[in-house]
């Protein structure tokens, strides 16, 4: 498939320009024109990188890309990722606010689609864009369940605070760093709360707000988007996709 049409395609069906972010998302390195192997991965660092290339990836699919903020000096580690890219020919997209937002495909949709979760509504708003989501347990689910799902489902989970109901009836789902939301997903009458990573603070808050709390790994809550792209891919256009693991532990 000629890279150009897949870019195109990728731009559209995940809303790319629709999505403010921290950096420029989509094609961040162009490489080869014909695209046959896709890699997905979660990051593109320099290990990441090397993974791919022994893959035989033509492109490269990431959530975290190489591009934040300003500009930054082509030197060093960063300097040292770029010549790479380069050398290899290999394109390089990344979707991340967009990927967490997506409907079908997203991490947020996703997460809940593993877990037998009934989507309600969107909330938890990022620049402008509303990434997580809200659901429902059919006639309930016991936490402990809940816990084991998501084991068996996606990855081992870091860390469970047992602060709610035992039996959940509503469940806010935000992939990544969204522990700073505990408080929105109680207002929302969430009684789980499930995301990424934590902080000392952000664990009172849950204690206080009485919800229970999932937090799955920043790394591990969002390799489930970057898979379902893989999948939409494979089914869309006969590509050829894999996913390299390569957790952080975080």
């Known amino acids: 498939m000629k890279r150009s049409e897949l870019v195109a395609y990728l731009d559209e069906y995940l809303g790319i320009s629709e999505v403010q972010d921290y950096g420029p998302q989509g094609l961040q390195v162009e490489g080869r024109e014909e695209v046959n192997k896709?890699?997905?991965?979660?990051?593109?660092?320099?290990?990441?990188?090397?993974?791919?290339?022994?893959?035989?990836?033509?492109?490269?699919?990431?959530?975290?890309?190489?591009?934040?903020?300003?500009?930054?000096?082509?030197?060093g580690a960063h300097g040292r990722l770029v010549r790479t890219l380069m050398a290899a020919d290999l394109n390089l997209y990344a979707a991340h606010l967009?990927?967490?937002?997506?409907?079908?495909?997203?991490?947020?949709a996703e997460l809940a689609r593993?877990?037998?979760?009934?989507?309600?509504?969107r909330w938890g708003r990022v620049n402008g864009?509303?990434?997580?989501?809200?659901?429902?347990?059919?006639?309930?689910?016991?936490?402990?369940?809940?816990?084991?799902?998501?084991?068996?489902?996606?990855?081992?989970?870091?860390?469970?605070?047992?602060?709610?109901?035992?039996?959940?009836?509503?469940?806010?789902?935000?992939?990544?760093?969204?522990?700073?939301?505990?408080?929105?997903?109680?207002?929302?009458?969430?009684?789980?709360?499930?995301?990424?990573?934590?902080?000392?603070?952000?664990?009172?808050?849950?204690l206080d707000a009485g919800i229970n709390v999932i937090y799955g790994g920043h790394y591990t809550t969002e390799i489930v988007g970057v898979q379902a792209i893989g999948r939409h891919l494979q089914e869309q256009f006969g590509l050829e996709f894999e996913f390299i693991d390569l957790p952080t532990g975080l």
Request: net charge negative.
């Open 98 to 108: 967009a990927l967490d937002a997506h409907p079908e495909v997203g991490n947020n």
């Open 129 to 206: 864009t509303d990434l997580a989501v809200l659901a429902a347990a059919p006639n309930g689910a016991k936490m402990d369940y809940l816990v084991d799902r998501f084991e068996q489902t996606v990855g081992p989970v870091q860390l469970v605070q047992h602060h709610g109901p035992r039996i959940v009836h509503r469940v806010g789902i935000m992939s990544g760093g969204g522990a700073k939301y505990v408080e929105e997903a109680a207002a929302l009458g969430c009684d789980l709360y499930l995301t990424g990573e934590t902080s000392h603070a952000q664990y009172y808050d849950a």
């Open 38 to 75: 896709i890699v997905g991965m979660v990051d593109a660092h320099l290990p990441c990188v090397v993974q791919a290339l022994e893959a035989g990836a033509d492109l490269l699919f990431v959530h975290h890309g190489i591009l934040w903020g300003g500009a930054k000096p082509l030197r």
């Open 114 to 121: 593993r877990l037998g979760l009934e989507i309600l509504e």
